[in-house]
């Protein structure tokens, strides 16, 4: 036999034998390293309510998956610490650390995870508002280089129905927002679009940083005389939320927010999208990469929710009255003790001592007439 002819047998018993493998193996050929642990690099700007519902969502959904911590996935995990300058080098640091999937959590964190990742890996973003006002991408059902994700634009209409419904006489209101984010500036004008239909006027108050926060607020409610100030999709402001909040408790004017975690640490009210199933969402879609997915391929989700959430100790400090069927609806309430006595309406306080003082004055008959009988 010649030698072409041998190498042809060996060629074509290592082929059929690989295609044996490949036919009787159910592991996709992507997945072949079975031992593998998908090192998932996730960076965020800093602690907030927010980012621990995604973060629970996320662990809720790798749950879901059967992926375990440890065994199938490693959380890499990196904190901005609230300070813009540190967003790239925070991506930076996962992907040296070898982070084989990137997972930024909202806007400024994801555009510079794209742009310190250029490519190379997949990104699965979360909680991006406008991710092509963001410059992230050009098409929401084709996102390309490598980006996928979960926008989590808010339900500015239902948000600012409900402030109108807990303050029916509310006419001016404050909305504070950083313009050079790009999920504000989307924010801003979603909220001067939809504001006439409530006959609300917008009095806009721009801050740069934490700092003017404090300031900002009280100039909104003593120069401006707002009815209540809004918190927009902001993460400037959502990190430091505690500062606008005491001014609110200060003044006596309710602050609004629009996303439930802000509600816990002690805005008045919010319609949330719900950040636990956003980070379940993101789940989801690491899952179909690791998988095999290219992240460029996979349409962008779009968190939709619209629950209700109500803390009644803020509503206490604010001076604020929340309607019954408002707490009827909602899927929170937060707050109890002398708070909550507050939303007795006073027509029901009125009822009891006028049932009071008709047992009182009966029982006062009925002893006299017991005496009368007795003597």
Not at 54 to 68: A, D, H, M, Y
Not at 115 to 121: P, S
Request: proline fraction near 5%; glycine fraction near 8%; avoid cysteine.
């Amino acid at each position: 036999m010649n030698i072409n002819g041998r190498f042809m047998k060996k060629f074509l018993f290592i082929f059929s034998v690989w295609i044996v493998i490949l036919f009787f193996n159910n592991t996709p050929f992507y997945a072949r390293t079975e031992t593998q642990v998908w090192k998932i690099g996730i960076v965020y700007p800093g602690p907030h309510p927010l980012v621990d519902d995604v973060l629970n969502g996320l662990r809720s959904g790798f749950k879901e998956k059967e992926l375990k911590e440890g065994k199938d996935i490693l959380l890499v995990m990196k904190d901005g610490q609230g300070d813009p300058a540190n967003f790239s080098s925070i991506s930076q640091a996962v992907i040296a650390e070898g982070a084989n999937i990137i997972v930024p959590i909202a806007t400024p964190t994801a555009q510079a995870a794209v742009k310190e990742n250029a490519g190379r890996r997949p990104i699965v973003f979360i909680a991006v508002t406008d991710p092509i006002g963001a410059g992230i991408l050009t098409d929401m059902e084709r996102p390309g280089n490598n980006i996928t994700g979960v926008s989590d634009a808010w339900p500015y209409a239902e948000q600012l129905g409900l402030l109108k419904t807990i303050m029916p006489n509310a006419k001016r209101i404050g909305v504070m927002y950083n313009p050079s984010e790009a999920n504000s500036i989307y924010g801003i004008r979603q909220i001067r679009k939809i504001v006439p239909s409530f006959k609300l006027e917008i009095v806009e108050g721009t801050i740069s940083g934490p700092s003017e926060l404090s300031s900002r607020a009280i100039n909104l409610i003593t120069t401006d005389h707002v009815d209540a100030i809004y918190l927009s999709s902001d993460n400037t402001i959502l990190g430091a939320a505690e500062s606008v909040i005491k001014v609110g408790e200060d003044y006596k004017i309710p602050i609004f927010s629009g996303d439930d975690g802000t509600v816990k640490r002690g805005t008045l009210a919010a319609v949330s999208i719900g950040y636990f199933e956003v980070g379940k969402l993101a789940a989801g879609l690491i899952f179909r990469v690791i998988k095999g997915e290219n992240a460029g391929s996979i349409p962008i989700e779009i968190a939709r929710g619209n629950d209700i959430h109500i803390n009644l100790d803020a509503a206490s400090k604010m001076g604020i009255r929340v309607p019954e069927d408002v707490l009827k609806k909602a899927k929170k309430i937060y707050g109890t003790g002398s708070e909550a006595k507050r939303q007795i309406p006073i027509k029901y306080i009125y009822i009891f001592i006028f049932l009071a003082i008709i047992i009182i004055a009966t029982l006062i008959i009925i002893r006299k007439n017991i005496r009368k009988d007795q003597i």
